[in-house]
């Protein structure tokens, strides 16, 4: 079984900054990619930001240069920081890896966090 787990949403003044942590553990042979979307209350699920194995990474339109992904191959972790963070921000935010185990190749999501920014 692949878990992935989430911490370090809360509450934060607009402006402020929280750092997002997940970690896959289980039976794992390779991870391809992992990263983080958001879904907000009758939209669709976004990519905020996703970084790939070799340490590629790619970001949403409205979070560019305020987010930062990084990955810690050995833990199968990977952190999202993030700054200047608005109103806007605030949502579900989801961890998600495309990763190889037993049962061959998949994409994997975590329960969610949630993050509030205030006015």
């Known amino acids: 079984q692949v878990q992935l787990v989430e911490s370090g949403g809360g509450l934060v003044q607009a402006g402020g900054s929280l750092r997002l942590s997940c970690a896959a553990s289980?039976?794992?042979?390779?991870?391809?990619?992992m990263g983080w979307y958001r879904q907000a209350p009758g939209k669709q699920r976004e990519l905020v930001a996703r970084?790939?194995?070799?340490?590629?990474?790619y970001y949403g339109d409205s979070v560019k240069a305020r987010f930062t992904i990084s990955g810690d191959n050995a833990k199968n972790t990977v952190y999202l920081q993030m700054n200047s963070l608005k109103p806007e921000d605030t949502t579900v935010y989801y961890c998600?890896?495309?990763?190889?185990?037993?049962?061959?190749?998949?994409?994997?999501w975590g329960q969610g966090t949630q993050v509030t920014v205030s006015a």
């Open positions: 970084i790939d194995s070799g340490g590629s990474t």
């Open positions: 998600n890896a495309y990763l190889q185990n037993f049962r061959g190749w998949d994409s994997y």
């Open positions: 289980g039976t794992i042979f390779r991870i391809a990619n």
